[in-house]
């Protein structure tokens, strides 16, 4: 990913272990904290499948995946998601902006389309809809990290370099694997 967008995890992720893990609200001042605010929750085998109901109902998992209606605005942002349905993995990509205008409720996406996969989007970041499908919602404390060292980035002129000692114990080329 791009340096400065590397330390923004994804919006949902689901582990193997049954943990619905999701970003909570972060502290805005600059710089920001070193690790995310996680929230996770117990996902039950039923929630994981009324999360792939949804997307088949929403039109997401036949045919099309990819959901950017003419390549999307110009600057905006592109989302992707990565499903395992039966087996398989299932890469769709879309605005997670993308929405309809409604006249009248409930306001229902056409199936298969960009404000499906808005609507599917927005859905995943408040897992209450899913019901007894999660737990309680607690602080996630991932059990290990993952480090991604090189060389610093180019200065920028406005903002002023900020240097620090490591903060561990063994020093940083004693540990880890290269990676090219």
Known sequence: PPIDQFAIPPVV????DGRYITVGPQDAMYPGPALPNLLGRPITDAGRASIL?????????????????DGGVPGGITGRLELTVDGQRVTLTGSPEAR???VTTPCEPPPGTPAAFGAFWSALQDPAWLGDGVGPEAPYVADRFALLIGPP?????SVPAQILDWPLDVPVGTFGTSVA
């Open 153 to 157: 980035p180019a200065p920028e002129a």
């Open 53 to 69: 109901a949804e997307a088949q109902r929403l039109g997401l998992l036949t045919g099309e995946t990819d959901f950017t209606a």
């Open 100 to 102: 309809i205008e409604c």
């Open 13 to 16: 992720t689901i582990t193997g």
